[in-house]
């Protein structure tokens, strides 16, 4: 039995709590932690009133996740055995210190950067990040690095068609498509900072063994999503192209998420009249202030869209290569349904597939089906273990053969 401190208590930490509470035979002890306490504090309230089973203790704390020494005290205190950050990704460094320094185990979902920091090139991605990876060996604990849906689950669905489905593999395409409805004209899912840039960055895709870099929204493709069917995806740079070039030797990696032309047409707008700039400007009175954080404060809260949302999401993998000589092509991919994650839990379907990933992750770390010391990324973990226990947590994969389509 494991105690789990839990970072963060936007959507994503909602679900990583609450289905850590859903495995009380491994976590003993949750504990929930925020700059926001209310916040935790709601969470905590939350999984008290819809579980009738016996469920982990829970304990709530405020915190200053950017204070090295003030989350070293907590863990202390907590006796925590494994950390999972679902907090901004600039955190994620002094967060990673702490843990080093308590040697216990750690898990994140989304890439480490610093704030206000965009256009990276492609060698400086998880730069971050690997100068702790010492660290984490040395303290003989795991670190697991974005172990989200994408990055995350989709950078296994890739380790286990290499392990199992192909000898050899040219292309993966990594994609994602939101086709639900939320009743606003425009709205993030998630941390609109995190979001918007992801979206504005110039992407970055591995072909021909070399980096390509294009302007944001000039490639596309239509693909036929099952359950969904035919949606318009733009390639974007995203964070699990920067590992999998390294990891899996193909030829092509990119990754492709789905935008309604609404959506295009206001984030557009944003951009041309600068509202998505990270760098401060300074107003008439005086003072300064960064036009995206603006843009953050005026948005609706990614969680209050949960309760409205209708539709399904569907994260995948494309992935072309020969089997035994032959040329092969399938398709491997969760559909996740918003009305059915927030009749679980109360949260919408995209913190649903970032954090489920997140807490079978840490179930395998506490059961020692991963327990090499290190920080590794998705897909340098045996994949097997998580497939099974993927499904168990709610996220159901499947394959489609699609040798003889023509996308």
Known sequence: MKKVLIIGAGGVGHIVAHKCAKNSDVFSHIMIASRTFQKCQ?????????????IPLISVSPIDAGDVNALQKLIQSFQADILITCSDPYLNSPIMEACIREKIHYIDTS????????????DKWYELQYTYADGFKKAGVVAGIGLGSDPGMVNIFCSYSQKYLFDQIDSIRIMDINDGDHGFRFATN???????????????YWSNKKWHRIQPHSKSMVFDFPEIGKRKIYTMGHDEVHSLYRTINANHV??????????????????DIGLLSVYPVRLDDGRSVVPLKVVKAVLPDPSSLAKN??????????????????????????????EETYKETGSQAISYTAGVPAVTSAILIA?????????????????DPFMEEIVKQGLPWKIIDKTNEHE
């Open 111 to 122: 890439i480490s950067e610093k704030e206000g920091e965009i256009n990276l090139p492609p």
């Open 367 to 383: 059961k020692k089906l991963w327990h090499s010391p290190g920080m590794h990324h998705a897909e340098e973990f045996n994949p």
């Open 254 to 271: 990119e990754f492709l998420m789905g935008f309604s032309d609404d959506y295009i047409q206001y984030f557009k707008a944003l951009m």
């Open 190 to 204: 998630f941390n609109p900072e995190v979001n918007l840039k992801e979206i504005f960055e110039d992407p970055h």
């Open 309 to 338: 949302y209708k539709g399904k999401v569907c994260i995948g993998c494309l992935i072309d290569g020969y089997k035994e000589g032959k040329y092969k092509k399938i398709f491997i991919y969760n559909i996740t349904d918003h």
């Open 42 to 54: 709601r969470i905590m309230d939350d999984i008290n009133k819809r579980n009738e089973s016996p």
